[in-house]
């Protein structure tokens, strides 16, 4: 299944990318070969919302680390702003490293915890550019504040933070080096509920400020409603069901889609009053 909502070049392109596993065999055990991506496209404006969905073992987290060069593809095409990027070990560029970054679902496991906030924001920069040490500090407490936390956070270490304080830690990092495309893997899945809502309307605000082309990675359907403009349905490696939000939220057409919904709970106010009272009869 090829998506292509629009006639625009893409900001982000996939072409029939395919990522495959050699297992190891054993005693009396063959090796084999698990397909866990087996050739998905799509295409991706800028400053849109791609929401990847699906049970877990679907592929779409394999797919996230392809998209962040992490792991290259077996086959295929990944194209951005028109230009095939070649993931192949030692032909990457760091133009191209600094314009993808990803933000995974565990914060805490993602920062380092020896290291002070301030030393975690400014790595990518030190590595990356000519900026002094002071222009470090400055880009990194400025970025603490477009998160939502202060200036003062900057010499504090993340256990000293929330777990809704230690994602918007890892979103202003990944934010350090001014991408285009940011991958969040499961971004708010680890937090409560009311969490979820800040986060959620915090990368909402940095997607219109920044102009961000967001990949979201979630099983949550709810806040994939919420948050995106294009919906993709994966089931074993295969993307089965494309669509706008609205199509593919009142109108799916393929059969796992279709159970996929069903089976999650309506999170308006009118469907639990029902549960509940189903519950109490």
Known sequence: MTANLSNATPMLEIRNIKRDYHVPGGFMKKEKIVHAVKGVSFKLDAGKTLAIVGESGCGKS???????FIDPPTSGELLIDGKTVDTRPGHLTAEMRRKVQIV???PYGSLNPRQKIGDVLGEPLAINTDMSAAERRERATDM???????????NRYPHMFSGGQRQRIAIA???MLNPKLLVLDEPVSALDLSVQAQVLNLLADLQEEFGLTYVFISHDLSVVKYI????MVMYYGEAVEYGTREQVFSA????????LFAATPRADVESIRARLAKRAG
């Open 144 to 154: 603490l504040v477009k998160v939502g936390l202060t200036a003062d956070h900057y």
């Open 62 to 68: 394999t797919l996230a680390r392809i998209l962040t």
């Open 173 to 175: 990092r990944a934010l």
């Open 252 to 259: 799916p057409s393929h059969d796992y889609t279709k159970t």
């Open 228 to 231: 995106a403009d294009e919906v």
């Open 104 to 106: 995974f679902q565990n």
